[in-house]
C-alpha cells in the first residue's frame, strides 16, 4: 500500500508562521506577549529544549525572560519566583522546565503556576478544563498531534483511536482530545493484557511506550493511521522513534517519521499557547 509521511517540520512551521502574525498584530496594538522559562540545574537535554524554546519566541517575535537557577536551588525560592512571575502583569506565560531536581516537589511547583499562564498544560485546572470541556491550555505535544491530523486532512471523529501510553503529559491527556474530536478511544498500558489485539482495531494509534522500535507491522492494521511520539538516540548516534518505521510504513495509510514528525509540533504548540494565553488573560 501507498502511504505518505506526515511532515511535522513543514506542520510545525506553519504553526509557528501563524503565531508570528498573531503576534505582529499584537505589536500593532502596542501589545508585546513574554514568556517565562525557568531550568533548575543544568541537565544538557533540558538546556537544549530551553534553547529551543528561546529561539521560537524569538522567531515569533515574542520577548522570552531566561531564569536559569543553579542545582541547589530551594523549593521555596523557586515558589517564591513563580508567585513574583503570577503577580507580574507583563508575564503571559510561564514554564518551569521538567525534570527538576528531586529535592523540589514537581507537583507542587506546576499547583502554584496561575492557570491563566499554565501554557504547558499541566495544572490540574488545566487538565480538568480539558475533560470536561471548558477553555484552558493543553499539553503541547498531544494538541501537536491533533494539528498533525487535522492538517493532513484525517478525520478522526467516528474513528477507532488507540492510545498507547498513559502518562499525564502524553498518553491521559491525548485520550480526552481524541474523545473531545469525537474519536472512540482506548488506552493501552504495561498492564494491558493483549497489547496486538488491542492497536489491531486502532483507524489511528498514537505510541508513546517509551521503548525503540517497539511497535512493528503485527501490531497494525492494514491502512491505520500511525502517530510515533518516541524518540530514541541508538549506538550509532542515530534517532528512532517506538515505532519500528521501516517495518510499519508499508501497512499504513499515513505514518510520522522520527524525527521530523511529533518533535516539532510541541514547540509549535507551545508558541500557539502563548498567543492563547494572552486572550486568556485579557
Ligand atoms: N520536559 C520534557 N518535556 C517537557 C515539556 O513539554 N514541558 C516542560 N516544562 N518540561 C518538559
Redesign the pocket.
Given at each position: 500500500m501507498s502511504y505518505s509521511i506526515i511532515d511535522g517540520k513543514a506542520i510545525s512551521a506553519q504553526i509557528k508562521e501563524e503565531c508570528k502574525q498573531q503576534v505582529l498584530a499584537y505589536k500593532e496594538k502596542g501589545i508585546e506577549i513574554c514568556l517565562a522559562v525557568i531550568q533548575v540545574g543544568a541537565d544538557p537535554a533540558?538546556s537544549v529544549?530551553v534553547n529551543n524554546k528561546k529561539k521560537a519566541c524569538e522567531f515569533c517575535g515574542m520577548k522570552s525572560l531566561s531564569y536559569e537557577l543553579p542545582e541547589e536551588t530551594t523549593e521555596d525560592e523557586l515558589l517564591a519566583l513563580i508567585h513574583k512571575l503570577n503577580d507580574d502583569p507583563s508575564v503571559n506565560g510561564i514554564?518551569?522546565?521538567?525534570?527538576l531536581p528531586k529535592h523540589i516537589d514537581e507537583d507542587l511547583v506546576i499547583r502554584t503556576i496561575d492557570p491563566k499562564k499554565d501554557v504547558?498544560g499541566f495544572h490540574t485546572q488545566s487538565v480538568g478544563a480539558l475533560c470536561i470541556g471548558q477553555p484552558g491550555f493543553v499539553s503541547?505535544?498531544p494538541a501537536g498531534i491533533i494539528q498533525l491530523l487535522k492538517r493532513s486532512g484525517i478525520e478522526i471523529a467516528g474513528k477507532e483511536c488507540v492510545v498507547i501510553g498513559r502518562s499525564n503529559?502524553v498518553g491521559k491527556p491525548m485520550a480526552l482530545l481524541l474523545l473531545r474530536e469525537n474519536g472512540t478511544v482506548t488506552v493501552c498500558h504495561s498492564r494491558t493484557k493483549d497489547l496486538k489485539e488491542v492497536t489491531k482495531r486502532a483507524d489511528i494509534l498514537i505510541v508513546a511506550i517509551g521503548k525503540p522500535k517497539f511497535i512493528t507491522s503485527d501490531y497494525v492494521k492494514e491502512g491505520a493511521v500511525v502517530i510515533d511520539v518516541g524518540i530514541h538516540r541508538n549506538e550509532n548516534n542515530k534517532l528512532c522513534g517506538d515505532v519500528d518505521f521501516d517495518d510499519v510504513a508499508e501497512k499504513t495509510s499515513a505514518i510520522t517519521p522520527v524525527p521530523g514528525g511529533v518533535g516539532p509540533m510541541?514547540i509549535a504548540m507551545l508558541m500557539h499557547n502563548c498567543v492563547a494565553s494572552y486572550e486568556l488573560q485579557n
Open positions: 533540558s529544549y514554564l518551569v522546565q521538567l525534570p504547558d503541547c505535544t503529559i510541541t
